[in-house]
Structure formats: structure tokens, C-alpha cells
């Protein structure tokens, strides 16, 4: 459903859809930046070019190049250094929300917070009670 909104880079009001997050004069401008790095990509010797690299030529801004990476419009099995950072540490992916290490890291959180819960559930189901004691400093 459509919804009345601001437009997030130029401030002018527009409908937004599902399909575009910007007004049309920006959705145009972002077109036009699209093609440019696009035309500069589709060259054989720039292919391998890094985002830092394709941002210094271009002149396209960094959130661009991650939003059109995200959304697949730059793929990174064509285009391998290009990616968008990891929702968790920042580090530069090229698929999914997080990276590995991250992802790593939540697999064994989750199972270390698993591993607690039935040892909470077993003590609570054998019924054995931990009685803590204090002694008087003297």
C-alpha cells in the first residue's frame, strides 16, 4: 500500500511503493549514477575494481553501491570485491545479512544458551535445591 512520505535525500514529498524508496527526480538521479557505474564495471579491466575504486572514479556515494549489491542489481559473482558491509561487525560481504565469522559466533551462542536452558530444566525436574551461605567477616 502506498504511503505519503518524505523523500530521504532530498526531503521533497512522494508516494512511496514497494518498488522505489526515493521521489522521482532522485530515482532518476540514482539511474543515471546506476549507469555510470555500470558503464564503468562493464569494462574487462575494471571488473575486478574495488569499491573504493569504483566510488573514487564514478563519484557515486557508498550507500548507493551497497544498496544496489543488496538488491542484486550489482552481482558479486561477476563483480568479486564488490559487497556491502555485515549487519553485525561491518565487514564487507557479498551475500545474506551477516558474515560468517558473525554467523559463527551466533551458532555458538545460541548452543551455549541451549546447553543452559536444559540444565536449568534437569535441576528444576530432579528437584535439588543450591542453598547459598554467607559468613559473618570478623
Known sequence: MSEVINCPRCNAIFMQNKFRDVCDKCYRE?????????????????????????????GVDEELLYKWVKKGRIQTRQFPNMGYPCDKCGKIIGTGRICGDCSSELASDLKKFETEQEWKKKSQESGQRTYYTMRDKN
Open 30 to 58: 540514482e539511474e543515471n549514477m546506476y549507469e555510470t557505474v555500470y558503464q564503468f564495471l562493464k569494462k574487462r579491466e575494471n571488473r575486478a575494481a574495488t569499491m573504493d575504486r569504483v566510488i573514487e572514479v564514478t
